[in-house]
């Protein structure tokens, strides 16, 4: 029998794309290969790619630069690039680069055997459909190896908000859901393995509609799994927290205490402009709402400084956003024009006034997120072990509030949760004895 085919797999973007990859493994798997982390001993290279912004996008093509060494030493090697750039310019990479054997979009990755196949013989394979064949009909069951603690589990696909400045809706398609019996059926298979804790994953998870009570149903029927210990999800847009979702943050223990809203801005010209569909109020009214569920909540959020038409005025009230809510944790981001969206059409900010107001935004955030952190000193929160550490007997594990934490611990506390009292924090970090 011939050793089984490498495959390496570089991922790009968002958790979304970390699952898919998880599942373009297993289901390459099936046809003999074996991942590994090693690209110079692969015999296929896959690259799940991020379009999200400008810089993500052109990573791409100075990653198959770097590639071209590879197929030079080993000719054999097929290399293919998904994701969303795939899906967004597929033609585009085959015409600019000779190296690429396959272009596979995020909505058609079931179908990766037969191209396999087509490559192997020396063809070229492209595939950006919608299909209207569901990929996770195909997917089989998730391959039965032993877990990491955390997992993710996509729930919800596609978009249909259409901010101003997202490439999304194109690259992913309009907004679909899962079954909840399916989705269930794979939690239970990813518990069978060792999994303690699920993050349900979504471009737009809150808006997920494949359970009859909506997320807030599913996230209770998830709840009755036994070993599951931890339930988390995101990405959420503030117009889909519907009153169920904010009552299980404060009723539903397997719900962990934090939550990723992302605002982008504090304008309401700005959001208007952006099609947001909120204000700054209705996210500060949203706000209040599910502190009142749940007090200790920790608040993430994404902000795009330097959006078309912002002025100095509307970056002001994006920071009086910031200073009223108190984020534990946040994203920012300089406006990036993207094509095919309908802000690309408008001017754009000057580049040094965009770095300066990220500047200034990313100091207050940081500096938030400091306080948080150090309010942590001195109290007990639950901690998943994940992995060991890199001093002989440390462990590191996530927070209720997904922080990183460190603290000494046998090997046995690997994939429990367990309570730590936090004693001290560090920039990006927490550290904590073990409790009892
Ligand atoms: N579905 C999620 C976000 C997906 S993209 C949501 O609705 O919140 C992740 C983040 O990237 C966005 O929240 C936004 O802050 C940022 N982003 C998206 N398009 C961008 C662009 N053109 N320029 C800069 N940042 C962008
Ligand atoms: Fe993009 Fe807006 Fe959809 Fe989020 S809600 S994925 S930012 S279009
Ligand atoms: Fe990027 Fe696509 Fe995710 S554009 S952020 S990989 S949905």
Redesign the pocket.
């Known amino acids: 029998m011939s050793a089984p085919r490498k495959l390496f797999v570089k991922t790009y973007g968002?958790q979304m794309n970390v699952y898919d990859s998880e599942r373009m493994t297993e289901v390459l798997g099936s046809e003999g290969y074996v991942a590994t982390d090693r690209p110079e001993d692969a015999d296929m290279i896959l690259l799940n790619t991020c379009h999200?912004?400008e810089k993500a996008a052109e990573k791409v093509y100075s990653e198959l630069g770097r590639l071209r060494a590879l197929k030079d030493i080993n000719p054999d090697l097929k290399i293919g690039v998904a994701g969303c750039v795939a899906q967004a310019e597929g033609e585009e990479i085959m015409r600019r680069s000779s190296l690429v054997d396959l272009v596979v979009g995020p909505q058609s990755y079931h179908r990766l055997p037969a191209m396999e196949r087509a490559v192997r013989s020396g063809a070229k394979a492209l595939d950006t459909d919608f299909p209207e064949d569901d990929k996770f009909d195909t997917l089989k069951a998730r391959t039965k190896m032993k877990r990491a603690p955390s997992a993710f589990l996509t729930v919800q696909e596609g978009?249909d908000k259409f901010c101003a400045?997202?490439v999304?809706p194109y690259t992913r398609g309009s907004e679909v859901s899962r079954p909840a019996d399916r989705v269930l059926r794979e939690a239970e298979e990813l518990v069978d393995a060792g999994v303690a804790e699920i993050t349900l994953l979504g471009?737009?998870v809150n808006a997920y509609h494949g359970h009859d009570k909506g997320l807030a149903g599913l996230i209770w029927d998830l709840a009755k799994i036994d070993g599951l210990k931890r339930i988390r999800f995101t990405?959420s847009?503030p117009n889909d927290m519907d009153d169920a979702l904010i009552a299980a943050h404060g009723e539903c223990e397997k719900l962990m205490p934090y939550l990723h809203l992302?605002v982008?801005s504090g304008s309401d010209r700005i959001l208007k402009a952006m099609n947001r569909k909120h204000t700054a109020e209705s996210y500060l009214n949203l706000v209040d709402r599910i502190r009142a569920a749940r007090p200790d909540l920790m608040l993430s959020s994404?902000?795009?400084v330097g959006f078309p038409g912002e002025t100095e005025e509307d970056f002001e009230a994006t920071m009086d956003l910031i200073r009223t809510v108190e984020f534990g944790q946040a994203y920012s981001?300089?406006?990036?024009t993207?094509p095919g969206t309908p802000a690309a059409e408008k001017p754009q900010l000057p580049e040094d006034v965009m770095a300066d107001r990220l500047a200034r935004l990313q100091t207050l955030l940081t500096q938030q997120q400091h306080k948080v952190q150090e309010d942590m000193v001195g109290r007990t929160v639950g901690v998943l072990f994940e992995k060991p550490g890199r001093i002989a007997g440390q462990m590191i594990g996530k927070s209720d509030y997904l922080h990183a934490v460190y603290a000494d611990a046998p090997n046995t506390v690997l994939g429990r949760v367990l309570p730590v009292r936090i004693i001290a924090a560090g920039p990006n970090s927490l550290g904590g004895v073990l409790v009892g």
């Open positions: 968002c999200i912004r978009c400045f997202c999304v471009q737009n990405t847009h992302p982008q994404d902000f795009i981001f300089k406006y990036s993207r």
